[in-house]
């Protein structure tokens, strides 16, 4: 299979801890896209990559986050200090560059803050 | 901002009785709109992205539509496996989107 993996899928926290969850983007896309969705909501863009480089970042994504994306490969999105409001399901989506593309969803993480 | 609102929030059908999703959006230059399903627990799936008013587009059973102002998704003789959320989104870029919170289909058999 050739889709968006994210690893892991399930992660049980408690209150302060730090949090980092991966992505496989599918191999020929060169955009990488972070999105949280919380329960009855659709998904929230966070942030997203063209290659390695990080375009844009949602004010959503406080000084506690950060991802990357090295040699524009698969990305990491790390979460410092976690807080509770900070459960939720993690998705990452990639596609290719130009029109607005279609992106493709991983399975995403699920994050439970106790 | 961008806005998404889906009506209804959720919809129950009988196995075969069709039906329409609402989409309607409010977007500064509408550059794609996009429809995808997310069964429970799982990451969306995309159906389809229409670019322009009076755009259709259909995969089996649905039937996606576009307006200057709306969008509607129908579902012609459902079955219990087309049960799932349906969402919307839209950009105004090529990149970000910019979801609906969903409407929950339940087909019953």
């Known amino acids: 299979d050739t889709g968006v993996s994210q690893n892991p899928r399930h992660k049980i926290t408690k209150r302060g801890q730090n949090v980092t969850f991966r992505c496989d983007p599918i191999s020929e896309h060169n955009r990488l896209y972070w999105y949280r969705q919380t329960l009855g909501q659709g998904p929230e863009f966070l942030t997203y990559f063209q290659n390695e480089a990080q375009l844009e970042k949602s004010r959503l994504l406080s000084d506690r986050f950060s991802a990357e994306r090295p040699k524009g490969s698969f990305s990491t999105l790390e979460i410092q200090r976690t807080e509770q409001g900070d459960s939720a399901m993690y998705l990452c989506?990639?596609?290719?560059?130009?029109?607005?593309?279609?992106?493709?969803f991983g399975p995403g993480t699920r994050l439970t803050v106790l | 901002e961008d806005q998404v609102t889906q009506s209804p929030e959720a919809l129950r059908l009988q196995e075969g009785e069709s039906s329409s999703l609402n989409c309607s959006y409010t977007v500064s230059g509408l550059r794609g709109l996009f429809w995808y399903r997310q069964d429970p627990g799982k990451g969306p799936e995309f159906l389809f992205t229409l670019y322009s008013a009076g755009e259709e587009k259909e995969k089996e059973r649905l039937k996606a539509t576009l307006t200057k102002k709306e969008s509607f998704l129908h579902i012609t003789a459902p079955k219990p496996e087309d049960s799932a959320t349906y969402l919307c989104?839209?950009?105004?870029?090529?990149?970000?989107?910019?979801f609906g919170a969903g409407t929950t289909v339940t087909v019953r058999a």
């Open positions: 989104a839209v950009t105004p870029r090529d990149y970000k989107l910019s």
């Open positions: 989506a990639s596609s290719t560059q130009g029109l607005p593309n279609e992106q493709f």
